[in-house]
């Protein structure tokens, strides 16, 4: 099973950056899928990027609009989601998710970091 923390979030004003890091832990992370979803309160969680890990292809969400990166360590078995131009409907509990790459759905999820962006 695998064990997923996320850290970086916080409150930014409207224009700044952030850097969201997610550690894993439990298993190899070979032939997965890591990504990350936010949720606002009375809202679904949603996606916003995705990795997969052997050879580091990537996916976006079209609100993301360049203005997010998603990378990964392999060394470190930690993926980072770099926000740039934050706004305030990027206001979000964002949480980083795995997924093998047979699984149509994310099967574990972090406990999820607060980003809030201010006006």
């Known amino acids: 099973q695998v064990q997923l923390v996320e850290s970086g979030g916080g409150l930014v004003q409207a224009g700044d950056s952030l850097r969201l890091s997610c550690a894993a832990s439990g298993r190899t992370l070979r032939n997965s899928y890591m990504g990350w979803l936010r949720q606002t309160p009375g809202k679904e969680r949603e996606f916003v990027a995705a990795?997969?890990?052997?050879?580091?292809?990537?996916d976006y969400a079209d609100f993301v609009e360049g203005r997010f990166t998603i990378s990964r360590d392999n060394a470190k078995n930690t993926m980072y989601l770099q926000m740039n131009s934050l706004q305030p409907e990027d206001t979000a509990v964002y949480y980083c998710a795995w997924r093998d790459l047979w699984s149509p759905t994310w099967k574990a999820y972090g406990q999820g970091t607060q980003v809030t962006v201010s006006s």
């Open positions: 990795i997969y890990w052997n050879g580091g292809s990537t």
